[in-house]
């Protein structure tokens, strides 16, 4: 089983700054790999797949970048309705695995 | 637009069983997988189980092998997960997924219900 190892666990940010999220894979993944934004008693949402590209909809601010077992998302500037945890999962092997997340809070 | 209701949850003791349903609409049903995914009270999310658009293959995680069924009913236009011999452990918030792939299974989760909760207690 491939373990994704997120970090930090928890960003503390102002709206307008730019937020920085890390997966680290335990084997490598390609590009396989997917970010998803959950928050609380809502359905999650897929951001970015195969590391770099943007899901429907999902605005430019949003940016995805890594190969292999490193990967980030990058959140450029801050908007009130980014405040929420980000999961990295990857679909490289069976069985599909998510990271522990990263909660982004206001500060 | 896609849409997933997730129904069938509740409390249940430890070594019974309980049948979700996910009711689909918004999109054709039978050319998309679908993917079970749960999140234990103040954990992250774990994937259960998937199954092909066709019913052809389905794919579990280990721990519910052997327990836990994936089935559809692409009539209408549901999804299933037969869950056996509950564990304490099974406790969550269940959603049902779709596969980000028509006609073929990409292991992405492009959209997700609301989930329904699932509580195993003695």
């Known amino acids: 089983e491939i373990v994704l190892t997120q970090s930090p666990a928890t960003l503390s940010l102002s709206p307008g700054e730019r937020a920085t999220l890390s997966c680290r894979a335990s084997q490598s993944v390609g590009s396989y790999l997917a970010w998803y934004q959950h928050k609380p008693g809502q359905a999650p949402r897929l951001l970015i797949y195969d590391a770099s590209n943007r899901a429907t909809g999902i605005p430019a601010r949003f940016g995805g970048s890594g190969s292999g077992t490193d990967f980030t998302l990058t959140i450029s500037s801050l908007e009130p309705e980014d405040f929420a945890i980000y999961y990295c999962?990857?679909?490289?092997?069976?069985?599909?695995?998510f990271g522990g997340g990263t909660k982004v809070e206001i500060k | 637009q896609v849409q997933l209701v997730e129904s069938g949850g509740g409390v249940v003791q430890p070594g019974r069983s309980l049948k979700l349903s996910c009711a689909a609409s918004g999109f054709t049903f039978s050319t998309y997988g679908m993917h079970w995914v749960r999140q234990a009270p103040g954990k992250g999310l774990e994937w259960v189980a998937v199954?092909?658009?066709?019913?052809?293959?389905?794919y579990y995680e280990d721990s519910v092998t052997g327990r836990f069924t994936i089935s559809r009913d692409n009539s209408k236009n549901t999804l299933y997960l037969q869950m056996n011999s509950l564990r304490v452990e099974d406790t969550g918030i269940y959603y049902c997924?779709?596969?980000?792939?028509?006609?073929?299974?990409?292991?992405?989760?492009?959209?997700w219900g609301q989930g329904t909760p699932v509580t195993v207690s003695s």
């Open positions: 997924a779709r596969d980000a792939g028509s006609l073929r299974i990409i292991r992405y989760f492009d959209s």
């Open positions: 199954i092909w658009y066709d019913r052809s293959n389905k």
């Open positions: 999962q990857q679909r490289n092997n069976w069985p599909l695995t």
